[in-house]
């Protein structure tokens, strides 16, 4: 089992910037992939980042390239999320999630989740 916390959601003005993490334990961290996910109210839930195993592969859904950077640290057992430039559609509730092995943008292929932090953003 692998345990997933996130934090530093909260409420913003557009333009500005949030730091989500979420520290994982249980298993072996670097033995898996993270993945950052968010849910809007009455929306599917969408990949946002991911990250590979060793952090060497990053991936972004399109609508937060060039705003939002996902990194991790292995030594303590956290994966990151910087979010710049928010804007109001940002808006929903972030989830971190965990894969062993590969990277995906699959929601339905990871098998641990956090239980999301609420990332508000007003006009």
């Known amino acids: 089992q692998v345990q997933l916390v996130e934090s530093g959601g909260g409420l913003v003005q557009a333009g500005g910037f949030l730091r989500l993490s979420c520290a994982a334990s249980g298993r072996t961290f670097s033995n898996y992939a993270m993945g950052w996910f968010r849910q809007a109210p009455g929306k599917e839930r969408e990949f946002v980042a991911a990250?590979?195993?060793?952090?060497?592969?990053?991936y972004y859904a399109d609508f937060v390239k060039g705003r939002f950077t996902i990194s991790r640290d292995n030594a303590k057992n956290t994966v990151y999320l910087q979010m710049n430039s928010l804007k109001p559609e940002d808006t929903a509730v972030y989830y971190c999630?965990?894969?062993?092995?590969?990277?995906?943008?699959?929601?339905?292929?990871?098998?641990?989740w956090g239980q999301g932090t609420q990332v508000t953003v007003s006009s």
């Open positions: 999630a965990a894969k062993a092995s590969l990277t995906s943008t699959y929601y339905r292929a990871y098998d641990y």
């Open positions: 990250i590979s195993s060793s952090g060497g592969n990053t």
